[in-house]
């Protein structure tokens, strides 16, 4: 189940981030007139690209990933990472305000400014791929997280080695 879940993890996000790479190229062509600015071309494809493709990609990405979280990896990592996928959400849904806008004639940057921003997403994804491949469990003076069960007196304040659990009481009613 592992396996297949995190095979499933990783071409959702592919499909997802594919979206991410090209969708600013499709705001470029827009704004510069390009072929691919038709309205009758531009809106469908973009619509579909958004909604039918990346937003479903990113849920299946979201949601394997959370159900990938419970086989309890550990490590700073993981924070790091989590970070990064929510730079990736915020970065989608801004795509999509940019597509709505664009998609009411109200272009309020230029192409230089599609350009650039059509390069975050493979900084984000490879950020990604060197934080997963590398799994550091500290990040500078972050210390380790902890290893194995917890002893029982770690668990349970006041009770001591070899003690009992104080009795219960219950309140008056």
Sequence with gaps: MYFWLKVVH???MTVWFSGLFFL???FVARHRGEMDADPTYWNPVTNTLFFRL???AALITITAGGLLIA???AGAWLVLKLVV???AVLLHLYFGLLLYELGHDRDHHGPTFY???GWVPLLMLLLIAAVTGA????LGSLPAP?????EVEDRVPGLEQGGELPPLELPAS
């Excluded at 799994?135 to 500290?138: A, D, I, Q």
């Excluded at 902890?146 to 917890?150: A, H």
């Design 54 to 56: 990346m937003t479903p």
């Design 10 to 12: 990783i071409l959702a």
């Design 24 to 26: 600013p190229r499709l």
């Design 146 to 150: 902890p290893v194995g069960v917890p």
């Design 135 to 138: 799994k550091p469990l500290t």
């Design 85 to 87: 996928v929510a730079a």
């Design 115 to 117: 350009r650039v921003i």
């Design 71 to 73: 086989w309890n990896p």
